[in-house]
């Protein structure tokens, strides 16, 4: 048979016990030795013969730097992607359907490379090599982010930094475990699985403090007039250095082992010959298609790959459970944006929500394991893994039921009056010591008292004449004269006709003011000076009272400043003279919400006064709907996830062919690939116009794709039908799990070193 027979499996590598005629000569740097083929025979049989003697071998000192560089690792990694979305559009100014197609593209960039690590480590590199330079690859990428995070915001810089990223991280993700597997003997099966539940604790505790962390220090930081991006990807670059320095100074105590040819490039290789071949073959004499391969790869070996092909067609429906799975990070994201995060007085961050999967996770995996499937066990109710799995479609289903109802009622509480297509939205505004008599096409001799306001008018888009004039005749009042104000109203714009004391005399001044909702979060506040403020110099300081931020604002004269986005929650406000010597002046609190729009107007309440007050006008209401609705469709996705990933998992691998896992543990991480996919061509192609709309439509993809996988459930042939055969008392899934594969499979965050 031919020399391109397949090898061990990627997750394999750490139980393989090695053969002369397999390993290349190779330094194993833990002893400093150079080792060849017999050597390493020696190596393995001397390591045997002192465990059979009773003597305890040490734990291997370079599996510490390897946990190390996997929590740093993956701090950087969901660091980064948690706050991506609002980063592309706050900063960038992407809309949300473009910043979504961003999202998804990089992850199923992520996805795709572990087919390229894996080879690049058991074809070409060795596991080593390939975590060093694709890390290098990856840090770059982070620095990039972070730099590029400066003004002036320009989207090329951080789509080149997303690709070196996507390209580190799944190119390492199938190599990191398998090579802390790799410092174990054969005997050392306690010590490793040991090392597999410290790896899996890193990976766990990595991501979690990074989805806590990381978008606090966006929300509670700011420079350049928005969230401080540069310190936010600044986080995760410096820790995915410190990843990248914690492996590079382990590297005198690593085993190495040379790379002994790649499983995933032989069966995809076979696949292709098979193809060539049939193609050129003018006869139909094999009994398979795939059999044409056999003039270089062997029967059994050619056997191997037909199983797997059959365990592909039952992955065909499977990419929609992700697309809507990692939504988590992108719609689910943006729809936190428009619900009221005040908490007991905090406020949560809209991108820091996503931390409650790993802890739901955490807290169901023992209690499906150790209640529910035993339970169902005893009631003699199936629980097969597919049966498993089609119970997760459906939960994955009823979660975007939840989503879409919750955000059918963020549209209902968020509406309000707003003008159309040659209308514009107006009202009146009186900040001087006395009445008005206001007259204006829309409004008759309306009589309005000092420090009010009317209500909101839409009226056409065109030029207008107002009358307003003082009605009281007292001496605060004798120096205002009438006033005819002229007006151009613009289309779907919102203004506010402001009448106040300026230079002695009554003064109307039109200010327009924003009409949509801030798309990231916290509130839009704009400044109005109603007076004569700029003499003597004078400025208005707000201070975020739990993050002691500081707006400062230089005073003017009848004018208003631009509309700044600020975080929610209470303000102190300050008012100061400027001048040869400052004197500040404590005013009345603020308090602002999430998705309000405000405008305050400081005026003068009479000439003589040199304390101004503050008038609040509410241009836009704040969300009223409390981010806690989010929960229940937090935890029944979650409960999917558990499910459906968990269980696959283990499914997936069992159902292997010993030469094959790492082939099906790959085809297992391109579905996610596949997934986001559909997720990109769902916001980018498709751009449904209502995001309820949307999430309805990927419940009903998921349901009638949940539909088709369980006939397709109902007709497999498990690999060993005894083995699952319903038991009252035990369930053995788990274990044939455990018992097969060679590496600790991550269960809580599905991307992680499954392959």
């Not at 009358?467 to 104000?485: E, M, R, Y």
């Not at 839009?524 to 707000?542: C, I, K, N, Q, T």
């Not at 406000?573 to 405000?598: K, M, P, R, W």
């Not at 003068?604 to 609705?629: F, G, N």
């Amino acid at each position: 048979m031919s020399e391109n027979k397949a090898m061990e499996s990627e997750n394999s590598t750490v139980n393989q016990t090695m053969t002369p005629a397999a390993v290349d000569p190779v330094e194993v740097k833990n002893p400093n030795t150079y080792v060849g083929p017999k050597e390493v025979t020696q190596l393995i049989t001397s390591e045997n013969s002192q465990s059979s003697n009773g003597s305890k071998k040490p734990y291997p000192k370079s599996v510490f730097f390897i946990v190390g560089n996997e929590f740093c690792e993956r701090f950087s990694y969901y660091g980064m992607r948690a706050i991506l979305v609002l980063y592309l559009t706050d900063w960038l100014q992407f809309d949300k359907d473009v910043a979504t197609v961003i999202y998804h593209s990089f992850v199923v960039l992520c996805y795709l490379m572990p087919i390229v690590g894996a080879i690049l480590a058991d074809g070409y590199l060795n596991k080593y090599r390939t975590i060093l330079y694709l890390s290098l690859v990856y840090a770059c990428g982070n620095i990039i982010m972070t730099f590029t995070s400066f003004p002036p915001p320009f989207w090329v810089g951080p789509v080149i930094g997303l690709v070196l990223i996507g390209v580190g991280t799944g190119g390492i993700k199938p190599c990191v475990s398998a090579f802390g597997g790799d410092q174990f003997s054969a005997d050392q099966e306690r010590q490793r699985s040991q090392f597999f539940s410290i790896f899996y604790f890193a990976i766990n505790l990595g991501s979690f403090l990074s989805m806590i962390i990381t978008p606090l220090i966006r929300e509670s930081t700011s420079c350049f007039n928005s969230s401080c991006y540069p310190i936010a990807f600044g986080i995760p670059a410096i820790l995915m250095i410190i990843a990248l320095c914690l492996f590079f100074f382990g590297r005198n105590l690593y085993r190495i082992y040379p790379p002994t040819g790649s499983v995933v490039k032989n069966f995809f290789c076979c696949i292709g010959r098979a193809l060539r071949n049939r193609c050129r073959s003018k006869s139909d004499s094999k009994e398979h298609w795939l059999d044409y391969a056999d003039d270089h790869y062997d029967a059994e070996f050619i056997h191997d790959v037909r199983c797997v092909l059959k365990t592909f067609v039952l992955f065909i429906p499977l990419p929609v459970f992700w697309a809507l799975f990692d939504q988590q990070g992108s719609r689910w994201t943006l729809q936190s944006i428009m619900l009221d995060r005040e908490i007991g007085g905090f406020y949560i961050p809209p991108d820091q929500i996503q931390a409650i999967n790993p802890i739901l996770i955490l807290l169901f995996i023992p209690i499906f394991e150790i209640v529910i499937y035993p339970i169902l066990d005893k009631c003699r109710i199936p629980n097969r893994p597919l049966q498993r799995m089609v119970s997760g479609m459906t939960f994955a289903a009823l979660a975007f039921v939840i989503a879409g109802c919750l955000q059918v009622k963020i549209d209902n509480s968020l509406y309000f009056a707003k003008p159309s297509g040659g209308e514009s939205s107006v009202d009146f505004v009186n900040l001087s010591p006395c009445p008005l008599n206001v007259t204006s096409p829309w409004n008759t001799n309306e009589v309005l008292k000092s420090k009010m306001q009317t209500e909101k008018s839409i009226v056409e888009s065109t030029n207008h004449t107002l009358l307003i004039f003082p009605t009281a005749n007292d001496a605060s009042c004798q120096l205002l004269d009438n006033a005819i104000q002229n007006v151009g109203l613009v289309s779907e714009k919102g203004y506010h006709i402001i009448t106040a004391r300026h230079r002695g005399r009554l003064a109307s001044k039109l200010f327009e003011h924003p009409l949509e909702r801030p798309s990231t979060g916290g509130s839009l506040v704009g400044l109005l000076f109603a007076g004569d403020f700029a003499a003597p110099p004078s400025r208005l300081v707000l201070t975020h009272v739990s993050s002691l931020k500081v707006y400062d604002y230089q005073c003017q004269d009848f004018d208003a400043t631009p509309y700044e986005l600020i975080p929610p929650g209470s303000y102190h406000v300050s008012f100061e003279y400027t001048g040869n010597s400052t004197s500040s002046i404590q005013l009345n609190d603020f308090e602002c919400h999430d998705g309000a729009i405000y405008t305050l107007a400081l005026y003068l309440p009479d000439e003589t006064s040199r304390k101004p007050e503050i008038h609040q006008l509410l241009e836009c209401p704040a969300t009223s709907v409390s981010i806690w609705l989010q929960l229940p469709q937090y935890i029944i996705i979650t409960v999917g996830e558990v499910l459906f990933a968990v269980t696959g998992l283990s499914f997936t691998y069992s159902q292997a062919p010993e030469s094959m896992k790492s082939v099906v543990q790959a085809g297992w991480l391109l579905t996610t690939a596949f997934g986001n996919l559909i997720d990109v061509f769902v916001a980018g192609v498709v751009r449904l116009s209502n995001q309820a709309v949307e999430f309805f439509f990927f419940a009903i993809l998921m349901g009638l794709t949940t539909v088709i996988f369980a006939v397709m459930a109902y007709f497999y042939k498990y690999v060993d039908e005894a083995y699952y055969e319903l038991d009252s008392q035990t369930d053995d899934t788990q274990d044939l799990a455990s018992s097969a594969a060679p590496v600790a499979v991550d269960p809580v965050r599905k991307d992680k070193e499954n392959t």
